[in-house]
């Protein structure tokens, strides 16, 4: 299956807890820090809860 790359693009400062908690589960606790997770519809939905604190890359 095709990989994704998910880089925190703001900071968490501000966001409600369950955005946070989103964050936490995607494995990214930190600005510029990048993970990589398979393109599946549970990543996609975590990624469109926070996709104003992220980008993404294909």
Do not use: C, F, N
Not at 6 to 35: M, Y
């Amino acid at each position: 299956m095709a990989k994704i790359k998910i880089t925190q693009i703001k900071s968490r400062i501000g966001a409600t807890k369950t955005q946070k908690a989103t964050l936490d589960s995607l494995g990214l606790s930190k600005i510029r820090q990048t993970v990589e997770h398979e393109d599946r519809p549970e990543i996609i939905g975590m990624v469109r809860k926070v996709e104003h604190l992220v980008s993404v890359e294909k």
